[in-house]
């Protein structure tokens, strides 16, 4: 029993190994001994022989042993018949030795005959096990799960980061003008899949419905510009600005709904693995954008050869930034891509052979903006640099930790 449950392991091994590499015979070693088997190409759980190179070794020295038992019993056969003629004591001694070796020869044959026995019956027995066909009152098989739909809940918690021309803006020493400041981004949703939609293996497709909010930070230090500008009484003069300590945040939320393919899918009987595909339409529910910092003004008119700084009447002088808030211009729709991959770990003990229609969903995800988030906003007057996110448009990206529990449908609790 020993040897057959050491075999059942390295089969297992081979035959993912060769499931993987598409072949349909697989190799392996047991303690020295070639494993060989054969599945029908394409259902690696459907074996046609297996071989363990053991059995063929005691069956070429069992017939070695008959071979030379056959030529033992010639010989004392040929001694019997000399001794029925002669008393000479050495041709009896010879009688004797002879038919003790014949004796052990028999012996030695058959304790190899029933190791040949054992092994032969319990190979019979693994592809017996493996090779069962399901059947309906199976209950505790991979195909009673993948035929049953899913349904459960999630939450994710990502970092996004954003990405627009603006924030690639550099200052004299070309350093970046702006920094991004970490956040975090929170997702929760429902979640309905299909049941396997293929006889072998699991594909599947779903739908689900989440809410989601991101924020978005960026900095600036430090940074000055001169500008040409024109002032209240049409006087043109060139304006000399210094941005301190500015910091610009957005935040938008969405409800979205995500439409996913998915290879692998949740078993109550075992772990299982899966990878997701989505596309996922959102729409914008509401956004805010902030702004914080300070900003300094002056100007220089040349034709009076005068620098005004500190003058209220005209704008001169140190302001926050803060005033100069702007309804982000966030798009309303957005259309999202997703890819997924992760583990379903059902809620149970497997190993003792219970089972569960609970599942517990661990993965990663990434998230990531086909349209634009939000348009580009055309800033007019003096204060164009102020604004983080005046571009041709912004995009992100969301990576994400996701956990989640899902309920089978159809299965039943096996304590």
């Known amino acids: 029993m020993n040897c057959l449950k050491y075999i059942s392991g390295l089969l297992l091994f081979v035959c993912c190994v060769g499931f993987v590499y598409g072949q349909n015979v697989v190799t392996g070693k ?15 759980d459907d074996i046609q022989y297996l071989e363990y190179g053991l059995v063929n070794e005691l069956n070429k020295t069992v017939s070695r042993l008959e071979n030379e038992k056959a030529s ?59 090779n069962t066909p399901v059947t309906p009152t199976d209950k505790n098989i991979r195909s009673s799960s993948a035929d049953c739909s899913h349904f459960g809940v999630s939450y994710s918690m990502g970092i996004p980061l954003l990405f627009s021309s603006a924030l690639n803006h550099k200052d004299d020493m070309n350093q970046p003008l702006w920094n991004r400041r970490m956040t975090l981004s929170h997702q929760i949703g429902l979640y309905w899949g299909s049941r396997s939609l293929v006889r072998k293996g699991s594909l599947s497709l779903g739908v689900g419905l989440e809410y989601s909010r991101m924020r978005f930070v960026a900095a600036m230090t430090t940074f000055s510009d001169t500008l040409d500008a024109v002032d209240e009484d049409n006087d043109t003069y060139t304006a000399y600005l210094t941005y301190r300590n500015v910091e610009e945040s957005a935040t938008l939320h969405y409800l979205s709904i995500p439409l996913t393919l998915s290879i692998g899918q949740p078993y109550h009987d075992r772990i299982s693995g899966y990878f997701q595909l989505s596309l996922v339409p959102s729409f914008c529910l509401s956004s805010s954008y902030k702004t914080s ?122 304590q």
């Open 293 to 414: 910092g300070f900003y300094d003004l002056a100007g220089y008119y040349s034709q009076y050869d005068l620098t005004l700084d500190n003058f209220d009447a005209l704008g001169f002088g140190t302001y926050s930034v803060g005033e100069l808030d702007e309804d982000w211009n966030a798009n309303r729709f957005v259309l999202t891509g997703r890819v997924a991959g992760g583990i379903y770990l059902p809620m149970c003990r497997t190993q003792q052979g219970k089972t569960s229609p609970w599942v517990m969903k661990l993965g990663i995800k990434l998230d990531f903006s086909i349209t634009p988030m939000a348009k580009g906003n055309q800033t007019d007057g003096l204060f164009k640099a102020a604004t983080a996110y005046s571009s041709d448009g912004c995009r992100f990206l969301d990576p994400a930790l996701e956990v989640g529990i899902m309920y089978i449908f159809g299965t039943k609790n096996k």
């Open 72 to 130: 033992l019993q010639k010989e004392l056969n040929k001694l019997k018949g000399k001794a029925t003629v002669s008393s000479d004591d050495s041709l009896q001694l010879q009688l004797i030795i002879q038919e003790r070796d014949l004796l052990a020869r028999e012996r030695t044959i058959d304790s190899l005959n029933e190791r040949v026995v054992v092994l032969s019956d319990s190979l019979q027995q693994l592809q017996n096990v493996v």
């Open 30 to 44: 047991y303690k020295g001994h070639v494993v060989k088997m054969k599945y029908y190409k394409g259902s690696p």
